[in-house]
């Protein structure tokens, strides 16, 4: 909104799940309104399809979560996320390094950040594979087979007390601000840079006059910020 402001526009907010499609784009239609920005939480469950007519409006989606129509997009870099993980944490840990993912949402985020995990691993690929989880295959026992010192935490997962027990909070590396809770370091997704890249896209694409859904789509990455934990 901020961003907006800046560049001469108003932004008006509203939730898909209040209106028909037909009655959201005559209420658009009425308003004047031609450019939007749609942002589907990536933790919805399954594929997000929408069923809307935008051929009367600018169009560009926000982060992972919308899977069809393919749009003008702005979205978290989570491959570079992953690498520059890597990156940091090799130098202390070695290959003891374990991810820790979210696999039963948006599956597009999730191979993006394995496919990154598998290539940058210092052990290589094969014992990547192995090292790639989820909240429900994390278990004392893996941490012990493997001998895993740094766990690389995406968001929303809460690890079991009995895991933290053996990777203390010390040794995660968190993809979301942490808070008071110490970590070795978090991945700041930058959402402020999100929004703003978002409308400058939408603002370009409105001063250009086009609407529908584009036969060739934009995506643009934004670039995660590695921060020290305490």
């Known amino acids: 909104m901020q961003r907006?402001?800046?560049?001469?526009?108003?932004?008006?907010?509203?939730?898909?799940?209040?209106?028909?499609?037909?009655?959201?784009?005559?209420?658009?239609?009425?308003?004047?309104?031609?450019?939007?920005?749609?942002?589907?939480?990536?933790?919805?469950?399954?594929?997000?399809?929408?069923?809307?007519?935008?051929?009367?409006?600018?169009?560009?989606?926000?982060?992972?979560?919308?899977?069809?129509?393919?749009?003008?997009?702005?979205?978290?870099?989570?491959?570079?996320?992953?690498?520059?993980a890597l990156h940091h944490t090799r130098h202390t840990f070695g290959g003891r390094i374990a991810a820790v993912?979210?696999?039963?949402?948006?599956?597009?985020?999730?191979?993006?950040?394995?496919?990154?995990?598998?290539?940058?691993?210092?052990?290589?690929?094969?014992?990547?594979?192995?090292?790639?989880?989820?909240?429900?295959?994390?278990?004392?026992?893996?941490?012990?087979?493997?001998?895993i010192e740094c766990l690389l935490v995406t968001a929303g997962i809460t690890l079991p007390a009995s895991v933290s027990k053996l990777v203390p909070d010390t040794q995660i590396v968190r993809f979301q601000h942490p808070g008071d809770r110490p970590c070795f370091a978090w991945v700041d997704t930058q959402n402020v840079l999100l929004g703003e890249w978002g409308m400058d896209v939408l603002a370009s694409k409105l001063a250009c006059h086009e609407r529908g859904i584009p036969e060739a789509c934009q995506v643009m990455l934004v670039p995660p910020k590695w921060c020290k934990g305490s």
């Open 101 to 147: 993912w979210d696999v039963t949402t948006d599956q597009r985020s999730h191979r993006a950040a394995q496919a990154s995990f598998l290539i940058h691993h210092p052990d290589g690929p094969s014992r990547a594979q192995e090292l790639f989880l989820d909240s429900k295959t994390l278990t004392p026992a893996i941490i012990r087979k493997y001998r």
């Open 4 to 84: 907006a402001e800046q560049l001469g526009y108003s932004v008006d907010e509203f939730h898909l799940n209040d209106y028909s499609t037909k009655s959201l784009v005559r209420i658009l239609l009425n308003r004047g309104i031609s450019g939007i920005l749609i942002a589907v939480p990536s933790f919805a469950s399954g594929k997000v399809y929408l069923r809307f007519d935008f051929s009367h409006f600018s169009c560009v989606s926000l982060g992972w979560g919308l899977y069809r129509p393919a749009l003008h997009t702005v979205r978290f870099d989570y491959f570079q996320a992953i690498r520059l």
